[in-house]
């Protein structure tokens, strides 16, 4: 079981930064677990942005946000960063927070098990 929760959400210029934060609290080690971040506009179908493995060696992206946004993750203190530069109005949505004990289909919403509350980052031109 892991508790996650979202901060640094917030409303930002086109071409800004933003750094969100995901927060665990698990029973288990923090490095048990592949984290991503998800997102959601409304009207729409949430979408995969980023994922990190157990030990942060191996990250995947989005294509519409590679080169733009960071996943990262600091095990020690079991958190999970997404560093995300050159905003544009389309990112705008709500950004979650997602984990899971089993490696592979990073992609899929579905196969996580484990979900944080949200945190709304609006981008306006």
């Known amino acids: 079981q892991v508790r996650l929760v979202e901060s640094g959400g917030g409303s930002v210029l086109a071409g800004g930064s933003l750094t969100l934060v995901c927060a665990a609290a698990?029973?288990?080690?923090?490095?048990?677990?592949?984290v991503a971040w998800f997102r959601q506009a409304p009207g729409k179908e949430r979408e995969f942005v980023a994922a990190?493995?157990?030990?942060?060696?191996?990250?995947y992206y989005a294509d519409s946000v590679k080169g733009r946004f960071t996943i990262s993750r600091d095990n020690g203190k079991n958190l999970v960063y997404l560093e995300m530069n050159g905003l544009k109005p389309e990112d705008t949505a709500v950004y979650y927070c997602a984990a899971k004990e089993m490696e592979g289909e990073y992609i899929y919403y579905g196969t996580y098990v484990y979900w944080g509350q949200g945190t709304q980052v609006t981008v306006s031109s």
């Open positions: 698990s029973g288990r080690a923090f490095n048990s677990y592949v």
């Open positions: 990190i493995d157990w030990s942060g060696g191996e990250t």
